[in-house]
């Protein structure tokens, strides 16, 4: 479903903002919904409503699960956050599709992160679910928030909990090292280079 900010929607209407605003108020129209930071949204349904038309049926809205890990070693883990999180949706009632993604919390290109926003955009998401709010991105979930307020979106994170697991991090930082360092050039690529491998060796004797 479309989703028009206030001015859109009181252009639609042939009203101004500020009559819009003294609706909300009166309870003539409320928003079909308002972000964290108070700003309203109104559905196409809504305009099809005050203007005359008939209502376009639309598909029900889908509840996603959405599980990352960082790399192929961490399956079992993949397989326990699957788990919990089938169990948090099974438990509310929900009928609900399960998308994984093994990959950096840094790369915003996982497969299963872009069909995740597909989904999104498309007005197909009732709500996202996820086990820790960094196995959704490990930066940047405030715009993916913001992103889903805007297609009437809910992200629900079952477990607020910080959390440290100190082997992603220091994947995912490789992984930062390694994209800046390829576009750097000499001595400065040459020492993020060797900061990085002395990263993994340090991580690695920890282990032994």
């Given at each position: 479903?479309?989703?028009y900010s206030i001015g859109e929607f009181a252009k639609q209407m042939g009203k101004t903002p500020q009559t819009l605003r003294n609706w909300d108020k009166s309870n003539i129209l409320k928003p079909s919904h308002l972000t964290k930071g108070g700003t309203r949204?109104?559905?196409q349904e809504q305009l099809h409503h005050f203007l005359g038309l008939k209502t376009v049926t639309t598909k029900s809205k889908k509840i996603i699960g959405y599980c990352r890990v960082s790399s192929p070693k961490q399956k079992g883990d993949l397989k326990r956050q699957i788990h919990n999180v089938s169990s948090y949706m099974i438990a509310k009632g929900y009928q609900y599709e399960i998308i994984q993604d093994v990959g950096s919390?840094?790369?915003y290109n996982n497969k299963g992160l872009n069909q995740l926003v597909?989904?999104?955009?498309?007005?197909?998401?009732?709500?996202?679910?996820i086990l820790y709010?960094?196995?959704l991105v490990l930066f940047g979930f405030e715009w993916i928030e913001n992103l889903c307020n805007k297609f009437g979106t809910v992200i629900k994170v079952i477990d607020n909990t910080e959390r440290t697991e100190e082997q992603e991090l220091v994947e995912d930082f490789i992984q930062i090292v390694t994209v800046f360092s390829c576009r750097l050039q000499g001595k400065r690529a040459h020492k993020a280079k060797k900061m990085m491998k002395e990263l993994v060796e340090d991580d690695t004797s920890e282990k032994s």
């Open positions: 479903m479309k989703y949204y109104y559905s919390g840094t790369n597909d989904l999104i955009t498309n007005s197909e998401v009732e709500k996202v679910v709010k960094d196995r």
